[in-house]
């Protein structure tokens, strides 16, 4: 089956500008995770989505970051008025979240931010 | 609450020997423990689990893990490295209470010909 796709895989904007990230997850998967990865970086965590739940926003690091996810499914991760410092690599990952889950995360191929 | 702590952000082997990745983690319930591997310019990729079933956990390209409750320990090895190897690599363990999981820093693991 198809895994977690990431559009676009490559977006270059100009600094002040705003740009939406789009995650599809696993299909019959509840959860669905934001994450930042700096160059040379590890994982920095930005929001997670659970079911109908509210999602858990704790990591989101300023008020230009927000994350929809529609229909428990596709999620839209947007940066408004973007800046250099946002330049980085913007990985979405989806989970199974049922009674037998061990929680293994699924990855997308993430989409590569540049600021200039 | 959990941590992981990765010894190390660079490891360098060279090809044939032995590779041996160090996570340490700090979980107040029985843990579920994870590593990935990241190629270059890719997504995360589930490298091995650990479960709670055998202490000694097989992964894909020859990969395995052995988990050790006394040493609060899950450190990935592999007999032989391959050039193929070189990638960045994650360890996490499950949250409690929640779904998510708590990410080591990662490890880059250099390959020398």
């Known amino acids: 089956g198809a895994g977690v796709s990431q559009s676009p895989s490559n977006k270059v904007t100009e600094k002040g500008k705003d740009v939406e990230l789009r995650c599809d997850p696993i299909s019959g998967h509840t959860a669905l995770y934001w994450y930042r990865q700096s160059l040379g970086q590890g994982l920095e965590f930005l929001i997670y989505f659970q079911g109908n739940s509210a999602p858990d926003k704790s990591g989101l690091p300023s008020d230009r970051f927000s994350a929809e996810r529609t229909g428990g499914s596709v999620s839209t991760l947007t940066i408004q008025r973007t800046q250099q410092e946002d330049s980085a690599v913007y990985l979405c990952a989806s989970s199974y979240t049922g009674v037998s889950s061990y929680n293994e995360q699924f990855f997308g191929p993430g989409t590569r931010l540049t600021v200039l | 609450a959990q941590s992981v702590t990765q010894l190390g952000s660079h490891v360098s082997v060279s090809e044939g020997a032995l590779v041996l990745l160090r996570c340490n983690y700090s979980?107040?319930?029985?843990?579920?423990l994870f590593w990935y591997v990241q190629y270059p310019n890719q997504g995360l990729q589930l490298l091995l689990k650990?479960?709670?079933?055998a202490t000694l956990v097989k992964g894909i390209n020859g990969f395995e893990a052995e988990f050790k409750k006394s040493e609060t320990s899950f450190h990935l090895t592999k007999p032989s490295a391959h050039m193929s190897d070189a990638a960045e690599y994650f360890c996490?363990?499950?949250?409690?209470?929640?779904?998510?999981?708590?990410w080591g820093a990662g490890t880059k693991l250099i390959i020398k010909p």
């Open positions: 996490a363990v499950k949250g409690s209470g929640n779904y998510q999981l708590i």
């Open positions: 979980s107040s319930v029985p843990p579920y």
């Open positions: 650990y479960t709670s079933a």
